[in-house]
Nanobody, 122 residues
Framework: QVQLAESGGGLVQAGGSLRLSCAAS????????MGWFRQAPGKEREFVAS????????SYADSAKGRFTISRDNAKNTVFLQMNSLKPEDTAVYYC???????????????WGRGTQVTVSS
């Protein structure tokens, strides 16, 4: 089945931007709902954004609205998360995930990457 690999994390100052990428292999990428989640130390994994199979529908956590943009390029088997106006509260490991329904819960996603660290300094 599909395997996912995130990249693009790193250190950034508050107010800066990062673009995360998630490359998929071993599956029919275009058939999956794709989502981004994040997990800070000692916290539960939380929903950030999701996108439908054709990119026509997106959903964002309240904390991400207006700052983050999810997109996908099915021809390249890649999903992106553009993060602008970053805040220290955004510091977390960011994971991409693939599922079959457009939901915001971790349990609705079947495949996960190993994560990429995003650290926002103040």
């Amino acid at each position: 089945q599909v395997q996912l690999a995130e990249s693009g994390g790193g250190l950034v100052q508050a107010g800066g931007s990062l673009r995360l990428s998630c490359a998929a292999s071993g599956g029919s990428f275009g058939d999956y709902i794709m989502g981004w989640f994040r997990q800070a130390p000692g916290k539960e994994r939380e929903f950030v954004a999701s996108i439908s199979w054709n990119g026509g529908r997106t959903s964002y956590a309240d904390s991400a609205k207006g700052r983050f943009t999810i997109s996908r390029d099915n021809a390249k088997n890649t999903v992106f998360l553009q993060m602008n106006s970053l805040k220290p509260e955004d510091t977390a490991v960011y994971y991409c995930a693939a599922g079959v329904v457009l939901r915001t819960s971790v349990r609705h996603y079947d495949h996960w990457g190993r994560g990429t660290q995003v650290t926002v300094s103040s």
